[in-house]
Nanobody
């Protein structure tokens, strides 16, 4: 069983930046790929970025590629996953969720499907004003 806790959301103007963090605890953390999903009001939850269990491979949905950067810190007994978001746009407004999967990341350029995740965080809200 894993526990995921996101932080770092908030209100930002268009063109601004935020960094989201996800603190992960539990067993066998090194086996899990980590992803960031987002869900706008009335929309479906979609995966926007994923990082492999070792951190050696990353991918991004086309909608965020070049603006967002995912990273992870595999410390002893804990993992922290970050999402650096630059050049934010009003359409990036959503609740952002951290997720963990025992499987591999989805393919580059695609949005991840929510069924990919084995565990979820509670979400953190990001609002981008125009």
């Amino acid at each position: 069983q894993l526990q995921l806790v996101e932080s770092g959301g908030g209100l930002v103007q268009a063109g601004g930046s935020l960094r989201l963090s996800c603190a992960v605890s539990g067993l066998n953390l090194d086996y899990y790929a980590m992803g960031w999903f987002r869900q706008a009001p009335g929309g479906r939850r979609e995966g926007i970025s994923c990082i492999s269990s070792t951190g050696g491979s990353t991918n991004y949905a086309d909608s965020v590629n070049g603006r967002f950067t995912i990273s992870r810190d595999n410390a002893k007994n804990t993992v922290t996953v970050f999402l650096r978001m630059n050049g934010l746009k009003p359409e990036d407004t959503a609740t952002y969720y951290c997720a963990a999967s025992i499987g591999e990341c989805w393919a580059q350029g695609y949005s991840g499907n929510a069924v990919w995740a084995d565990y979820w965080g509670q979400g953190t809200r990001v609002t981008v004003s125009s």
